[in-house]
């Protein structure tokens, strides 16, 4: 028998494994239907491919991750702010879809003069080891980026330090003004190697981004950073709201930060400030229960038992499942309010 036959007959007696095959072909026929043009980006984004075979964790298994900050390795401090803010969309975007739980962390600094910085490195790997002692991890996830211009590229591997497995390297790029893409495919990859499945419709929801401004963005992210109860905090939100005046989140976060001067301090303007960017939040988001929350808890806590009792109401009829809320209308009903 040639070698084309005995090829051609392998192929039809060797069944794919079971599970979910690594391209869906209704999404390869639905991605040529509306493929952009060449100069437009790739034909498949990654919503149309599924982790296969590259898993450092078990089916049904539970671990401990940490996730290092990611360094810069460029010359950019302008953009340091994503060293936090990549490691913090990884957290933020796994840790609702998955059974592990993820804590934020620093990789160990190099020795002086060791340039070996890359977890697969002789000198990454004692590193990696260190962290995970340190905070009594399971798996280590490390990488960086590095910005040039509009261009953001980010590498990454997942680590396992007691076994010695490592994820195959992951390089992604993507751009600042659509950070929110890349910080999806970041994500989509790093969880195949942790042995996350996630359905067509969570990695659709992957990619979205709070506002489409890469400027407001960028202010929003370091708001986060900025230590609670700072002025900092407070500034970079306005900023971003500035940007983009329709960023309902910006706006909400901007309104915990004066509720929480206000509730420190008992100065009811500041009060008066949240109630009025959580109102803003509303009519942007109306479906956003914590916002309906936020505002129960400052007309509570300012006296307005009533305007309280209706917000807490709304916030529990769009999530039944608020406790926070629900515990707030407790104490409105034990106080006779």
């Known amino acids: ?36 043009p060449r100069h437009g980006g790739a034909l498949l984004s990654f919503r149309e ?24 390795a460029g010359k950019t401090p302008e953009h340091d702010w994503l060293s936090r803010e990549l490691a913090a969309s990884l957290k933020r975007l796994l840790e609702d879809r998955s059974p592990h739980e993820f804590v934020l962390t620093d990789l160990p600094a190099p020795p002086p003069g060791d340039a070996a910085g ?108 900025a230590p609670d109860g700072s002025h900092t905090k407070i500034r970079h939100f306005q900023r971003a709201i500035e940007t983009d005046p329709s960023f309902a989140e910006a706006r909400y976060l901007l309104g915990n930060a004066y509720a929480g001067i206000g509730m420190t301090y008992g100065y009811v303007e500041w009060y008066n400030m949240a109630l009025e960017e959580y109102r803003h939040a509303a009519a942007l988001e109306p479906g956003d229960a914590r916002v309906f929350c936020a505002m129960g808890l400052v007309y509570f806590v300012n006296g307005q038992y009533e305007l309280a009792r209706r917000s807490l109401e709304e916030a529990l009829r769009l999530d039944p499942e608020m406790k926070l809320a629900r515990g707030y209308l407790h104490r409105l009903d034990a106080m006779g309010q």
């Open 1 to 36: 028998m040639s070698p084309a036959w005995a090829c051609l007959l392998v192929a039809l007696l060797v069944r794919p494994p079971a599970g979910d095959p690594l391209i869906h072909f209704s999404d390869l026929r639905e991605a040529a239907r509306t493929a952009p």
């Open 118 to 225: 890359r977890p697969g490195s002789s000198g990454g790997a004692a590193r990696v080891e260190s962290l995970a002692r340190r905070t009594r991890s399971d798996v280590v996830i490390a990488g960086g980026y590095a910005v040039l211009g509009n261009r953001v590229e980010v590498h990454v591997r997942a680590v396992r330090p007691s076994t010695g497995e490592m994820s195959a390297p992951l390089r992604f790029e993507g751009t600042l003004d659509r950070i929110g893409e890349l910080e999806g495919r970041l994500a989509a990859g790093v969880g195949g190697a942790l042995g996350i499945r996630l359905s067509d419709e969570a990695l659709g929801r992957l990619d979205e981004c709070p506002t489409l401004s890469a400027a407001a963005f960028e202010e929003y992210c370091r708001g986060l950073q």
């Open 49 to 72: 491919l599924r982790p296969h075979g590259a898993e450092i964790v078990g089916r049904g298994e539970r671990c401990r991750v940490a996730i290092a900050r990611f360094p810069n």
